[in-house]
């Protein structure tokens, strides 16, 4: 009997003590569930993506204006479909947008949807520099780079799968609000810009284009930014400039990137803009999230965000201006002027067109 009852004395403590052995390894187990569960429920549809994408792009239509030139739109999207037709997701429905400011800058949205600067397009001096910076924002996109970032955040908590349908759309609209947040800022980090610096100059390359187009641009940049006490606006997040152009030439030898056209000619005629001084340039003060919603255009298609398609008409003066850019230094290409006219665009793009525009990518 004593043998008996010591061995459930036994039993018991062996219990006792496996107990909080066993339950410091059942966390751990929900947290692996758990964390699964949320990345599965923060991945979207094609459709969901080009949405967020297409809210985005109005967005900052609404805060710098289009430029309403079919020609200059017609240019930048066959170079830039061309480009994106290479890439790992040339089913997009890639849009190209020409934003009416001086600021320098570009914005990578979801869904297909790539953003360029009046200002970008007069410091750039050749097709090749151009294609580089396309070939950038375009790998942003393919690599869903700002829906990763966000999703990784956890600022954002995903409704269960069960829920309603009105509540995903609600979650929906939460994450369009954090996108654009991070892409006006063009808040990307090292890792993000390093790969979209790759990526981008190795889809203008397999097209035949320098690929030092991108370390030509990004010198110039650096030259008419070197007053400026903090970066500003187009790889505003990148990691310091002479390193990157290390990277860059590193991977251009170690790859055996060998592209030789420029084409410069081509874009001298169609690209006409003149850069704008950072001194000069007129900003205006970063609208309140109450602000952004009023001037946010109404959508004539629903939810794909590509109201107020209007016809090409002339611009009027913006009203909102401040002070110029010295008064406030923080970040003027980010908070530089925009036109006055929101209205999306719209060009078409043929497979005859492309074929004829790539002939041209000599040198």
């Not at 398609?309 to 925009?338: Q, W």
Request: include cysteine; charged fraction near 25%; charge should be positive.
């Amino acid at each position: 009997m004593k043998r008996v009852w010591v061995a459930a004395i036994w039993v018991a403590m062996l219990g006792f003590v496996a107990q909080p052995v066993m339950a410091q390894f059942a966390p751990i187990k929900l947290i692996k569930d758990a964390t699964k569960k949320a990345q599965e429920e923060l991945t979207f549809t094609d459709e969901e993506e080009r949405q967020i994408g297409a809210d985005v792009s109005a967005k900052l239509r609404a805060r710098y204006g289009v430029v309403q030139d079919a020609g200059i739109h017609k240019y930048v999207s066959v170079l830039g479909t061309l480009l994106a037709q290479s890439s790992d997701r040339p089913s997009l429905k890639w849009t190209f947008v020409v934003l009416d400011t001086d600021g320098i800058n570009a914005f990578a949205a979801p869904g297909g949807f790539v953003h360029i600067t009046r200002g970008a397009l007069a410091l750039i001096r050749n097709e090749a520099e151009l294609a580089c910076v396309l070939g950038h924002e375009i790998s942003h996109v393919v690599f869903k780079h700002t829906l990763i970032a966000i999703r990784n955040a956890k600022v954002i908590k995903a409704p269960g799968k069960a829920t309603t349908a009105v509540t995903r759309t609600d979650f929906i609209e939460k994450y369009i609000t954090q996108v654009y947040s991070r892409v006006l800022e063009n808040a990307w980090s090292k890792s993000e810009e390093e790969e979209s610096d790759a990526a981008g100059v190795s889809l203008a390359n397999g097209v035949n284009y320098s690929p030092n187009g991108l370390s030509a641009f990004l010198q110039r940049l650096t030259d008419r930014n070197k007053g400026l006490t903090d970066r500003s606006g187009l790889f505003a997040s990148h990691p310091q400039t002479f390193e990157r152009l290390d990277d860059l030439a590193s991977l251009i030898d170690k790859e055996g990137l060998a592209g030789k056209a420029i084409v410069q000619a081509r874009y001298t005629r169609s690209v006409a803009y003149r850069s704008v001084a950072v001194s000069q340039m007129t900003q205006v003060p970063q609208p309140t999230e109450t602000t952004a919603k009023a001037e946010e255009p109404k959508s004539g298609l629903g939810k794909f965000g590509l109201g107020g398609l209007k016809g090409l008409g002339k611009e009027k003066s913006n009203s909102s201006t401040v002070s110029a850019t010295g008064s406030r230094g923080v970040n003027p290409d980010r908070d530089a002027k925009g036109g006055p006219n929101k209205a999306l665009v719209v060009v078409s793009v043929t497979q005859a067109e492309i074929a004829t525009f790539r002939k041209g990518i000599v040198g």
